[in-house]
């Protein structure tokens, strides 16, 4: 199986930086699209990036200027550095990997290709 764990949230005061940090482990063998996602209290999830493994990124338009995500494809881990930060983006940040590869059997060999969610990490942004 595959897990995803997040790491880098917290209490940061309005205008502050966080940087978040999500990696893949498991008997991987491809992770195409690795994003972040956000729920607000009494909100639906949103998008806020996501990018390729050929480092191709999209952001929501509310975080262009001011997120930047990016990854290490040899460490599976994916990074969302987070400036400029105001009270509307405190959420439950989540990890995704969408249509990861991996190894259910190596002998015989047996792939699954399945969609992965991280446990969420909390990011309050509050003076």
Same mark, same amino acid.
Not at 36 to 50: D, I, M, S, T
């Given at each position: ?66 997120? $930047? ?10 990074? /969302?550095?987070?400036?400029? /930060?105001?009270?509307?983006? $405190? ?7 969408? =249509? ?13 290709? /399945?969609?992965?969610? =991280?446990?969420? $990490? ?6």
């Amino acid at each position: 199986q595959v897990q995803l764990v997040e790491s880098g949230g917290g209490l940061v005061q309005p205008g502050g930086s966080l940087r978040l940090s999500c990696a893949a482990s498991g008997s991987i063998l491809s992770i195409n699209v690795m994003g972040w996602y956000r729920q607000a209290p009494g909100k639906e999830r949103e998008l806020v990036a996501r990018i390729t493994s050929g480092g191709r990124a999209d952001y929501a338009d509310s975080m262009k200027g001011r997120f $930047t995500i990016s990854r290490d494809n040899a460490k599976n881990t994916v990074y /969302l550095q987070m400036n400029s /930060l105001k009270p509307e983006d $405190t959420a439950v940040y989540y990890c995704n990997a969408p =249509g990861v590869t991996y190894y259910r059997r190596r002998v015989p060999l047996d792939l699954a290709t /399945l969609d992965f969610w =991280g446990q969420g $990490t909390q990011v309050t942004v509050s003076s």
